[in-house]
């Protein structure tokens, strides 16, 4: 193929796309019948002529590398301020690409990019919008000193907007020790097949700081494909169940975390301000924007609090478990049944002991039967058996007031501990009432001694 003796008759033979990364650049050699500008020739001996391209884009401010085929020991932005969009698709590191420092002022695109060996953003900063979509990782795994050395490195990274590596491909380790994440962060139909790790902080007093996922982030691992989910690491961070919707997390490591909203501690870890966990409605809402229906959030949202629950019970975080089981089974009565919906033995078994998950809530169910059994057996209406000459016990009829209420207590008691006390009802309305708190009594106590020894068998 001729080569044009003008620079500026000159088009690289690269894809078209990639051509805007090196209008004006002169032709640097022929490769396989095709002529290429130095930044898309394919090949290792460009090394010096391909850095000194790099420093005279930089210089202009020109951050167009797209389809830039980078040789070995010239990916070195360390350090480096991009001031524009930066602009790396489909461009191929075939050695370390060390970003370590760097500053992106604006939105950075690593589409389709080759990470051919390690990838090393560490303390980058990304201001804008980062998509790292269908990126290969290429890297394998490999361990170091008995640890995990991570072949894509983002720790202390700050992502400031939305962050995309959707469709990803991790050949090796990733890691994200104390990286900040402060917009959304989508890692959907990815393929992880390393070690991962997100990890945070507790010791930043001011939350928008703190490394780890920001009260207004969120993290989507939908669909995502894992070769061994015990090598994803979760540790010291803020969470939320909806997070994990349509990914098996019940293998994943998770220590040290906790759902829902941040609890902001200062450097002298005194706790400033405690959030609880977020409501079922709340995480429900956060999946209206995946475009499901109602329905299909009820059930995948039910599945992922399934799945935590036996993550936690595996790990034995009791308590965890307890609450994520009452939400799988609570979400799965909302979408069932909405609303008062007393007909149905799944409402009832939630009233009487949060599923057999609230030992409290049973105690109290069970006083309020004794309680108001107590009360009704004061109406006048209810009909008790005469009391017998020699009988020393007190009759309901010759007490008055409070002392009526005491003496009712004490009946309703003897009632749903099953003595039979005296007097014995005489009208078929007194027989009703005794005969259901009969029942309903022992009931509810062995719904509370249920709850109780879920809490001790563990």
């Not at 804008?128 to 269908?134: A, E, R, T």
């Not at 909203?261 to 409501?279: A, G, N």
């Amino acid at each position: 193929m001729p080569v044009p003796h003008s620079e500026f008759d000159f088009v690289c033979d690269c894809q078209s796309p990639s051509r805007s990364a090196c209008k004006w650049l002169r032709h640097y050699e022929e490769h396989q019948g095709k002529n290429y500008c130095v930044l898309h020739f394919p090949g290792m001996k460009k090394s010096a002529v391909f850095a000194e391209a790099v420093q005279r884009k930089l210089m202009r401010q020109d951050f167009d590398f797209r389809g830039a085929w980078f040789p070995a020991e010239t990916a070195f932005f360390k350090s480096a301020i991009f001031s524009g969009r930066a602009d790396f698709r489909e461009a191929i590191f075939t050695s370390k690409a060390d970003f370590t420092s760097a500053l992106f002022q604006s939105d950075a695109d690593f589409t389709s990019a080759i990470f051919r060996a390690d990838a090393d953003f560490s303390n980058a900063t990304f201001r804008g919008q980062v998509d790292f979509i269908s990126t290969y990782f290429q890297a394998g795994a490999v361990f170091k000193d008995d640890t995990f050395d991570m072949n894509a490195d983002f720790s202390n990274a700050t992502f400031d907007d939305y962050v995309d590596f959707s469709e990803a491909i991790f050949k090796g380790n990733a890691g994200f020790r104390q990286a900040t994440f402060i917009g959304n962060t989508n890692f959907e139909r990815s393929v992880l097949k390393g070690y991962v790790e997100f990890a945070g902080t507790k010791r930043f007093a001011v939350e928008d700081k703190r490394p780890g996922f920001n009260d207004k982030a969120s993290l989507s691992l939908e669909s995502a494909k894992i070769d061994n989910p015990d090598q994803i690491s979760f540790h010291t961070l803020t969470m939320r169940p909806s997070w994990f919707v349509n990914v098996d997390c019940s293998r994943f490591d998770l220590t040290n975390v906790e759902w829902g909203r941040y609890k902001l501690r200062d450097l002298r870890f005194k706790q400033v301000e405690s959030h609880p966990w977020r409501t079922i409605e709340e995480e429900l809402s956060s999946l209206s924007l995946n475009r499901l229906s109602v329905a299909d959030r009820h059930r995948m949202f039910a599945i992922t609090c399934s799945r935590l629950a036996d993550n936690a019970e595996e790990n034995r975080r009791f308590e965890e478990a307890s609450r994520f089981r009452h939400m799988a089974m609570d979400t799965r009565r909302r979408l069932e049944w909405p609303g008062l919906t007393v007909w149905k033995l799944s409402w009832w078994y939630w009233l009487a002991s949060g599923y057999g998950e609230r030992a409290l809530q049973a105690l109290g169910i069970l006083a309020a039967v004794w309680v108001l059994f107590a009360l009704l057996y004061t109406q006048g209406w209810m009909k008790w058996e005469p009391k017998p000459a020699n009988s020393t016990i007190v009759h309901p009829a010759e007490v008055f007031g409070w002392e009526k209420f005491k003496t009712e207590l004490t009946y309703s008691a003897a009632v749903i501990t099953l003595q039979r006390p005296e007097p014995k009802p005489a009208s078929r309305a007194a027989q009703a009432a005794v005969l259901a708190e009969t029942i309903l009594g022992p009931l509810q106590a062995a719904m509370l001694a249920l709850a109780i020894r879920r809490k001790f068998m563990r």
